[in-house]
């Protein structure tokens, strides 16, 4: 992704489509810009006309008298690792009378800070550009507010689009500016150090040209990961960023795993499904995890058909209990079900298989789960128990010591 990035939600960048790339028609854009005059709320509203830029829409104000307005958008929530970084906010502007604005933004409660001041040309667009300000390096999530206060608008509409909350400094994060500094002399960094609004503009300007290139250069960087050689420190090697993005099932990316999944000779199960329709891995997190134990051990592919296989199968969908204790994923298998050489049958207990209330009922949702690990023309059976009891001559459960809860 580009090194600068917009802070701001979609509908707060006036963006007319979704991340999906789906279009969001202007009816269903609901923005929290708003204009005020005084204690009076202004008149506003957005538009797919007249615009700067054809991906986002413009928000129009309508003065009603000729009074200073502000525009403003307050409490824009920021991460965690947006704290110490230096923070600036940037928008179009135009109105049929040349004005003066006052553009500020500042964070939590602390307004009293020194706005940018601009004098805009009339019936044109013009780029607008607030203070830079640094978030307290802390372990609190703060709020940024932007307020452009407008004045000379002789009462003409007022129209707003592109805004940006961007890291000021983030476009230090495209390698290809590092690799630039290098190659050119220092008069130019130099120089574009002093400027400000906006601060550093000619290697703002590169960052904007080369950002796919630093994506590049750095996606580059990722796929080959790091060797125990290559590395200071041995204990570093368990690292997420020692990983390679291409082959490592940890740190692959999404984009990749349909190719790396050919090593495993099967195609990746995304998630698995009861009779209901439901999904057994109901969030993100979960579903990459399972998605990754498929990459690792190649049990629904080259390293299925076994007893190991079946056992590691089910417990996939064996990590949520009734009752709220930690699950102990035990899997109990028989071969050789009875007295038939292709028949298998496996217990899991109870109070870790989600869709079955009863002891002696078959899970669909383990079933599924254990289908593309089954030995080719094998047949697998399923039932519950509350609790797993010694069974004599069982292979699983008729082993001293075999470690199954016996409560």
């Given at each position: 992704m580009p090194a600068?990035?917009?802070?701001?939600?979609?509908?707060?960048?006036?963006?007319?489509?979704?991340?999906?790339?789906?279009?969001?028609?202007?009816?269903?854009?609901?923005?929290?810009?708003?204009?005020?005059?005084?204690?009076?709320?202004?008149t506003t509203e957005l538009i797919s006309t007249n615009f700067a830029v054809?991906?986002?829409?413009?928000?129009?104000?309508?003065?009603?008298?000729?009074?200073?307005?502000?525009?403003?958008?307050?409490?824009?929530?920021l991460y965690l690792n947006d704290n110490n970084r230096l923070l600036s906010f940037n928008c179009k502007i135009k109105c049929d009378s040349q004005m003066t604005i006052f553009c500020k933004l500042y964070i939590d409660e602390n307004s009293n800070i020194t706005a940018n001041q601009q004098e805009l040309t009339s019936g044109q667009y013009n780029a607008v550009q607030s203070n830079s300000i640094l978030v307290d390096d802390d372990e609190d999530n703060h709020l940024a507010n932007i307020e452009i206060l407008i004045s000379g608008h002789s009462q003409k509409p007022i129209f707003f689009t592109t805004p940006h909350l961007i890291h000021d400094l983030g476009f230090l994060n495209n390698p290809i500016i590092g690799l630039t500094r290098r190659y050119l002399p220092d008069f130019y960094w130099e120089l574009d150090s002093q400027a400000s609004s906006p601060s550093f503009p000619f290697f703002?300007?590169?960052?904007?040209?080369?950002?796919?290139?630093?994506?590049?250069?750095?996606?580059?960087?990722?796929?080959?990961?790091?060797?125990?050689?290559?590395?200071?420190?041995?204990?570093?090697?368990?690292?997420?960023?020692?990983?390679?993005?291409?082959?490592?099932?940890?740190?692959?990316?999404?984009?990749?795993?349909?190719?790396?999944s050919l090593f495993t000779g099967e195609r990746i199960v995304q998630n698995i499904q009861d009779n209901d329709g439901e999904f057994y891995f109901n969030n993100s997190f979960i579903s990459r995890d399972f998605i990754e134990w498929q990459l690792r051990t190649r049990k629904y592919g080259n390293s299925g058909g076994t007893r190991e296989s079946i056992i590691d199968s089910a417990a996939q969908v064996l990590i949520k209990t009734k009752d709220g204790e930690l699950p102990t994923r035990v899997v109990a298998l028989t071969p050789n079900f009875g007295g038939d050489p292709f028949a298998i049958q496996i217990k899991t207990l109870t109070n870790e298989t989600f869709d079955v209330d009863e002891d002696g009922k078959a899970s669909p949702t383990v079933l599924r789960a254990v289908e593309k690990s089954r030995p080719m023309g094998f047949s697998i059976k399923h039932i519950t128990e509350d609790i797993f009891l010694f069974t004599l001559d069982d292979i699983s459960l008729g082993v001293l010591g075999a470690g199954f809860p016996l409560s």
């Amino acid at each position: 992704m580009p090194a600068v990035f917009n802070l701001l939600s979609n509908n707060n960048a006036l963006l007319n489509y979704d991340d999906t790339g789906k279009q969001v028609l202007l009816g269903q854009l609901a923005t929290s810009w708003t204009a005020v005059s005084g204690a009076t709320t202004l008149t506003t509203e957005l538009i797919s006309t007249n615009f700067a830029v054809s991906s986002r829409y413009v928000f129009v104000v309508y003065p009603n008298n000729t009074n200073p307005i502000t525009i403003k958008l307050e409490d824009v929530p920021l991460y965690l690792n947006d704290n110490n970084r230096l923070l600036s906010f940037n928008c179009k502007i135009k109105c049929d009378s040349q004005m003066t604005i006052f553009c500020k933004l500042y964070i939590d409660e602390n307004s009293n800070i020194t706005a940018n001041q601009q004098e805009l040309t009339s019936g044109q667009y013009n780029a607008v550009q607030s203070n830079s300000i640094l978030v307290d390096d802390d372990e609190d999530n703060h709020l940024a507010n932007i307020e452009i206060l407008i004045s000379g608008h002789s009462q003409k509409p007022i129209f707003f689009t592109t805004p940006h909350l961007i890291h000021d400094l983030g476009f230090l994060n495209n390698p290809i500016i590092g690799l630039t500094r290098r190659y050119l002399p220092d008069f130019y960094w130099e120089l574009d150090s002093q400027a400000s609004s906006p601060s550093f503009p000619f290697f703002k300007f590169l960052d904007a040209l080369s950002h796919a290139t630093g994506d590049t250069r750095l996606e580059y960087g990722a796929m080959y990961g790091f060797e125990l050689s290559q590395l200071q420190n041995p204990e570093w090697i368990p690292e997420y960023w020692t990983k390679s993005s291409f082959v490592s099932p940890s740190r692959v990316r999404d984009e990749y795993i349909p190719w790396l999944s050919l090593f495993t000779g099967e195609r990746i199960v995304q998630n698995i499904q009861d009779n209901d329709g439901e999904f057994y891995f109901n969030n993100s997190f979960i579903s990459r995890d399972f998605i990754e134990w498929q990459l690792r051990t190649r049990k629904y592919g080259n390293s299925g058909g076994t007893r190991e296989s079946i056992i590691d199968s089910a417990a996939q969908v064996l990590i949520k209990t009734k009752d709220g204790e930690l699950p102990t994923r035990v899997v109990a298998l028989t071969p050789n079900f009875g007295g038939d050489p292709f028949a298998i049958q496996i217990k899991t207990l109870t109070n870790e298989t989600f869709d079955v209330d009863e002891d002696g009922k078959a899970s669909p949702t383990v079933l599924r789960a254990v289908e593309k690990s089954r030995p080719m023309g094998f047949s697998i059976k399923h039932i519950t128990e509350d609790i797993f009891l010694f069974t004599l001559d069982d292979i699983s459960l008729g082993v001293l010591g075999a470690g199954f809860p016996l409560s």
